[in-house]
């Protein structure tokens, strides 16, 4: 096979918008808001054309520092993301999400990179910056529902062992519900694209299979630390029924 994407045009592309239109009208006509999904749209629209353009320059710059940064914002972004469930949010329970986001992440990246794929350099922005991606948001929603159901545990009266086990097994059914779904009910994102590429399936299955292990090992790690290092008393108080 040969390694090819043809581009699509931007004629063409439109048309991909006609089922979004689709679903617009029917909210309309049953009176259902659709600002915020028109909001999500055009937001999608100019988050992937500016990450289009950021891209190119990263793969073009090559530079360790530059990867880093770039690696330093996902972790930093995706920390506060996962901790929206919680109501009251405070510095160290932020400081530990990021923790446990870094420490699942980063090793198994490391991983990847260095002895699996054995990238030269290290650093390879085309391969490390996609897997970082993958990485880090799939941690980032493993965290969120740890925290969320770790938070609402302990304000059931929960103990905090009982709490961290209801916690760490709620936040991996997703993950788990992946590796059962992979191949049959869904070909992931990596693997399709590789595909589409005119990459063989047998080598993308491969680099899937890399991808779910990294995924799962991440996300898993980052939520078991989190729960690790959470106690009750870095959360929010709950208030008492009637409270003001």
Same mark, same amino acid.
């Given at each position: 096979?040969?390694?090819?994407?043809?581009?699509?045009? !931007?004629?063409?592309?439109?048309?991909? #918008?006609?089922?979004?239109?689709? /679903? !617009?009208?029917?909210?309309?006509?049953?009176?259902?808001?659709?600002?915020?999904?028109? $909001?999500?749209?055009?937001?999608?629209?100019?988050?992937?054309?500016?990450?289009? $353009?950021? =891209?190119?320059?990263? #793969?073009?710059?090559?530079?360790?520092?530059?990867?880093?940064? /770039?690696?330093?914002?996902?972790?930093?972004? &995706?920390?506060?993301?996962?901790?929206?469930?919680?109501?009251?949010?405070?510095?160290?329970?932020? !400081?530990? %999400?990021?923790?446990?986001?870094?420490?699942?992440?980063?090793?198994?990246? #490391?991983?990847? %990179?260095?002895?699996?794929?054995? =990238?030269?350099?290290?650093?390879?922005?085309?391969?490390?910056?996609?897997?970082?991606?993958?990485?880090?948001?799939?941690?980032?929603?493993?965290? &969120?529902?740890?925290?969320?159901?770790?938070?609402?545990?302990? %304000?059931?009266?929960?103990?905090?062992? &009982? +709490?961290?086990?209801?916690? #760490?097994?709620?936040?991996?059914?997703?993950?788990?519900?992946? =590796?059962?779904?992979?191949?049959?009910?869904?070909?992931?994102?990596?693997?399709?694209?590789?595909?589409?590429?005119?990459?063989?399936?047998?080598?993308?299955?491969? $680099?899937?299979?890399?991808?779910?292990?990294?995924?799962?090992? &991440?996300?898993?790690?980052? +939520?078991?630390?989190?729960?690790?290092?959470?106690?009750?008393?870095? !959360?929010?108080?709950?208030?008492?029924?009637?409270?003001?």
């Amino acid at each position: 096979m040969n390694p090819t994407v043809e581009p699509i045009s !931007l004629g063409h592309l439109a048309l991909a #918008f006609l089922p979004v239109l689709i /679903v !617009l009208v029917i909210q309309i006509r049953w009176a259902l808001p659709v600002r915020s999904t028109a $909001y999500g749209i055009v937001r999608m629209l100019l988050q992937l054309l500016l990450v289009g $353009y950021v =891209l190119v320059y990263l #793969f073009e710059s090559e530079n360790a520092w530059i990867v880093c940064a /770039v690696i330093i914002v996902m972790i930093t972004i &995706s920390s506060w993301i996962a901790l929206r469930p919680i109501a009251e949010q405070r510095p160290r329970l932020y !400081l530990m %999400t990021a923790a446990a986001i870094g420490m699942g992440g980063i090793p198994c990246l #490391f991983l990847a %990179t260095e002895f699996v794929l054995d =990238l030269t350099p290290w650093y390879e922005p085309r391969y490390l910056i996609p897997l970082a991606g993958m990485v880090f948001a799939n941690a980032m929603n493993t965290v &969120s529902i740890a925290a969320e159901r770790h938070t609402n545990e302990i %304000t059931r009266g929960q103990d905090q062992k &009982s +709490a961290r086990r209801v916690a #760490f097994g709620a936040a991996l059914i997703p993950l788990v519900n992946s =590796l059962f779904a992979v191949g049959l009910v869904s070909l992931p994102g990596m693997m399709t694209g590789q595909v589409l590429a005119g990459i063989s399936p047998l080598i993308a299955a491969r $680099y899937q299979i890399l991808v779910m292990c990294i995924l799962f090992g &991440s996300s898993g790690i980052a +939520a078991a630390c989190y729960l690790h290092w959470c106690r009750p008393r870095h !959360l929010a108080s709950p208030r008492p029924p009637g409270s003001r």
